[in-house]
């Protein structure tokens, strides 16, 4: 009787369990994705006119009188423009590094991956350092031609060079992968009918590869289209900077800012459904390729042509200098003093610490003669109290947010495999897919319109107030991210086999005990990647951080753009470069070892983990062994 009596009431407490969770989940959902994307649709037709009177097609006849469609045309330019010359520099680097016999195809592989350790403002600050009006080249430049325009690396071209080599890291990785999977017995059958090997390439590789490039196609024209730190920092009008620009303006500065932002963020998203939505239907006609039961391994092609192969090892090297060169002179000129990052010339001499460490006095000479000393306006990353401060806020929000999307995430995939094959799991998946369909910059713009009152959703509280943004862009973090952890944790859940489950089952353990003692386990791997690449995407954010940029909500990424701001003047903020070229390393000392971590400890399997145990251990057994013996 007892027993009926606690099942009875477990039954009960598991029912409450599940209305709150289901609740909680509704609530989440049309508070912090429908609502204030609907409240920016609807801000577009309810514009007042100069009487007070609601006009709804003033933006719109704003749109086409105006300079707007400027911006739309600028992003679908750059898009476009980046489609063809990621696709070229991608397919180029993958080719040479895995299909044909390079010499010196490892090192060039690390050259062409260095953009997976450092994006963003991290990267366009290198691309600075060497490019813009006082860069090293530019310099370099300048004595061979002195006539030449200084502010050459702005505009569209400099954006289009920047992002070509920043946005050829999915290709590093993904199809990488996909030329790995390539049945070597199909090139060689090809190879034994008479074809040439350029033929071999373009009929039986390329058709295979075709399913990862349309995807990478896709992104990389949404990528183009959303474009934000490096159009902002180089000097391109493209949709997004103005987005940012009319959000922080008012009505006093131009006609309903607010609602034009509204307007250009609804266009964005238009493009991204509509593209997403061709990605879709595309997957799921399905590409499949034949091939022979006992797949071989790829093997590296020769180039035969004695000329093509000198043409194809310079062109692999040219990429290689141009991904390296920034990357070495960031880490370089990170450990020169002020003096020499200014003139940009490295010296043996001018070798210092200081722009991580510590703090000096700068002395100087005034127009008058007399002698001024500035205390501590010299200053390191991690003594610089606004670095260090960006450091903390974002590493804070940025966990905080990695680690919330992977709970939900990991709750929701069990839900939805628990009830697989159920409208209920459908709903549940296609409401943490949702702001996949959106352009991040709508996300956070709507946050930032919705949440800037007191909204009677959140129990009267303005999010978007003094240090309550910070719980805002934790939010608008954990949203974008959703989507990528609903994917990656859903695939870890089917390495999951049922056998176990029922096990567990039959063993009298609850659904709750279940799922921490047998499934939480097995994906935990996964979901510890997951949690690694949210957070390493996150730190040095820089899109959403515009948008939300104020005193309390100064990320890393924004206190990095800010650093350069009026150096020197008046003998303040002294080696605001040598920060930033510090900022940068410490970036990717970061990324590296969390990419490490992700895929070089992580990637490895049980047995894999075990031998290099092993093969420590007895290392240690030997070295000690010598040092007993020694002493002996």
Known sequence: MQRTVRRKGGLELSTL??????????????GFMVLPCLNTLTSIFTTKDAAGNVDPLAVIRFFFAGNMPTFVVNSLKLAVCLVVTVNVVGISIVLLTEYFDIKGAKILRLGYMTTLIYSGVALVTGYQFLY??????TQWLLKLFPTMNRQWFSGFSAVLFTMTFACTS????????????IDYNTVEAARNMGAKPFKVLLRVVMPTL????????????ITGLCAMSAPTLLGYNSIN????????????????????????????????????TTLNHYERKGHYLSV?????????????????????????????IIYMTPVTMIVLFAFQNWPAIRAKSLNVSSWTLINFFGTQDYSYTTSRGKQRVREGVISGVFSNADTVGGIRLSFVLSALAAALACVIVVV?????????????????????????????????????????????????????????????????YTVVKLPFALRMVKAAFYAIDDELED??????????????????????????????????????????????????????????????????RDGYNMNGSGRRCASTVFIMVVSGLILYLVYGVGARDLGERLERRKRRRERWAKLTGKKSAQNG
């Open 17 to 30: 369990w599940k209305v709150f969770g289901a609740v909680l989940f509704v609530y989440l959902f049309l």
């Open 132 to 137: 813009d009006s006082n860069g090293m080249l």
């Open 170 to 181: 999915n290709h590093a990785l993904f199809l990488r992968n996909a030329i790995r999977g």
């Open 210 to 221: 075709l399913p990862t490039l349309f995807s990478l196609t896709v992104m990389t024209f």
């Open 241 to 276: 900077p103005e987005i940012v620009r009319l959000a922080g303006s008012s009505v006093a500065d131009e006609a309903f800012p607010q609602a034009r932002a509204a307007l250009l963020s609804i266009i964005l998203a238009l493009f991204t459904i509509v593209l997403l």
């Open 292 to 320: 022979s039961k006992t797949k071989a391994k790829l093997v590296k092609q020769k180039i035969q042509n004695p000329a093509a192969n000198v043409l194809a090892h310079i062109y692999a090297y040219v990429l290689f």
């Open 412 to 476: 929701a995939v069990n839900y939805i495999f628990k009830h697989r094959n159920k409208k209920r799991a459908a709903v549940v998946e296609a409401c943490l897919l949702f702001p996949w369909l959106l352009p991040t910059i709508l996300i956070c713009y709507s946050f930032r319109i919705f949440f800037n009152n007191e909204v009677w959703y959140v129990l009267g509280k303005n999010l978007y107030y003094r240090e309550n943004v910070r719980f805002l862009i934790v939010m608008a």
């Open 503 to 568: 096990a567990a089952r039959n063993l009298g353990a609850s659904s709750l005990v279940t799922f921490l003692r047998v499934k939480l386990p097995i994906v935990l791997p996964s979901v510890l990647a997951v949690f690694a690449l949210n957070f390493n995407a996150l730190f040095t954010e820089y899109d959403m951080s515009a948008t939300f940029h104020s005193s309390y909500g100064k990320s890393y990424a924004m206190v990095i753009q800010s650093m350069t701001a009026e150096e020197g």
